[in-house]
């Protein structure tokens, strides 16, 4: 059983930058897709970024350009690098793995696992 524990969340000002991490545990993600969602309240989840074991990146064009996601070497952590923060990327946001799917998808079918989430709340 996979267990994602996401942290680094918090409040900024537009224009800022925070770095979210989601630390894997239970099961090794050797080759599948890993990613990150978000939720705003009221709003379906969303798609924010994607990444495969050779590194290939994959993002959603609202953050494309300002948002960079990266991977430990082991493939025990995630990291979602945020600049440039606007108010509108206020939501909570979530660390997602497959366990089958290869090449960096936005299709939320292919992720079979996310975390809690953490908050991150942009102010103007």
């Known amino acids: 059983q996979v267990r994602l524990v996401e942290s680094g969340g918090g409040s900024v000002q537009a224009g800022g930058s925070l770095r979210l991490s989601c630390a894997v545990s239970?099961?090794?993600?050797?080759?599948?897709?890993m990613g990150w969602f978000r939720q705003s309240p009221g709003k379906e989840r969303e798609w924010v970024a994607s990444?495969?074991?050779?590194?290939?990146?994959k993002y959603t064009d609202s953050v494309s350009g300002r948002f960079t996601i990266s991977q430990g070497n082991d493939r025990k952590t995630l990291y979602l690098e945020m600049t440039n923060l606007k108010p509108e990327d206020t939501a909570m946001y979530y660390c997602?793995?497959?366990?089958?799917?290869?090449?960096?998808?936005?299709?939320?079918?292919?992720?079979?696992?996310y975390g809690q989430g953490t908050q991150v709340t942009v102010s103007s």
């Open positions: 997602a793995t497959s366990t089958w799917r290869l090449t960096v998808s936005d299709v939320a079918y292919y992720y079979d696992n």
């Open positions: 239970g099961y090794t993600i050797n080759r599948s897709i």
């Open positions: 990444i495969s074991q050779d590194d290939q990146t």
